[in-house]
């Protein structure tokens, strides 16, 4: 009989071509599980940092949504798409500009923006998706969402292309910020390539390839790594009992969230309650 498939934290190197949703399904089979839940989609032109959280691990998905990300981006001038990358039909074409204008353009769009999302996003409203409405035909108006664009390094520039590397909220839609780049500019761009390179304090160098992942030659992380971020206050048995069964414990620490550990392991995501912690996500069954 095979083991039980452990809870943890599984980092995957997506290669172009599959969805995140095709990388969780291989995952699925290797572990031999069904609870596997992916943070932050890639597009399948796509690449770089997938994160993957195994059974328990799902719970801890909101705090991990949030994190910051790091993508090394090729923009393309001198052509606006339907998607606002290189998937997309041609909709605008315009010459390329000069880099000091370029420069200018990526001081803009540095800081807080608010940012409208593509046409082909995810958003919904009123329960349609944006994608859905713009496949047929009949794009929406898309309200401007808060973000911060922390950095853009530029890496090089050759021709059309430039590369950079963005460090953003998570949120932010770097084929939103190539399309207003070009708009910028007084020219036109799509995302031509993208690649993760980091979520929080995740990188892509600790990642698996897919190759890696078939032949089971990967690390599962401890689900104390999901929230690492967070203050930690260790329980004796007593109190880890307590938690188990939801039941609030005394603030040892500071903190308006916290990781409550039992033995070196997660145990709960807990809120400040007084002067107490109340489970907020319970990772043990009790």
């Not at 315009?94 to 996003?121: D, K, N």
Request: net charge neutral; charged share 25%.
């Amino acid at each position: 009989m095979r083991e039980p498939t452990a809870d943890g934290v599984l980092l995957v190197d997506k290669p172009a071509g599959l969805t995140s949703h095709d990388v969780v399904d291989r995952a699925r089979r290797v572990l031999s599980t069904r609870r596997i839940d992916h943070a932050g989609t890639l597009d399948p032109f796509a690449t770089g940092l997938l994160i993957l959280l195994v059974n328990r691990a799902t719970r801890l998905l909101p705090f991990l949504d949030s994190e910051p990300k790091v993508y090394l981006a090729t923009i393309r001038f001198g052509l606006r798409t339907t998607t606002d990358d290189l998937e997309g039909e041609p909709m605008v074409e315009a010459p390329a500009p000069e880099q000091a204008v370029v420069e200018r353009g990526i001081s803009t769009l540095t800081g807080h923006l608010l940012q409208r999302p593509p046409a082909f996003s995810a958003k919904s409203v009123a329960g349609v998706r944006a994608y859905s409405a713009a496949r047929r035909g009949k794009p929406m108006a898309l309200e401007p969402v808060g973000v911060t664009v922390h950095e853009w390094r530029i890496l090089r520039r050759h021709a059309e292309d430039l590369e950079v590397e963005i460090h953003c909220s998570a949120g932010t839609y770097v084929r939103a910020l190539a399309r207003d780049l070009g708009e910028i500019c007084g020219s036109a761009a799509h995302l031509a390539a993208l690649r993760r390179l980091r979520s929080g304090r995740f990188d892509v160098a600790q990642a698996a390839t897919l190759e890696k992942l078939q032949s089971s030659d990967f690390q599962l992380l401890p689900m104390t790594s999901a929230v690492a971020q967070l203050p930690q206050q260790g329980l004796d048995d007593l109190d880890a009992k307590r938690v188990t069964h939801g039941q609030n414990v005394a603030a040892q620490i500071g903190g308006e969230l916290v990781a409550l550990c039992h033995q070196d392991a997660l145990l709960a995501v807990a809120v400040r309650d007084g002067e107490s912690f109340r489970p907020k996500v319970v990772l043990r069954d009790a």
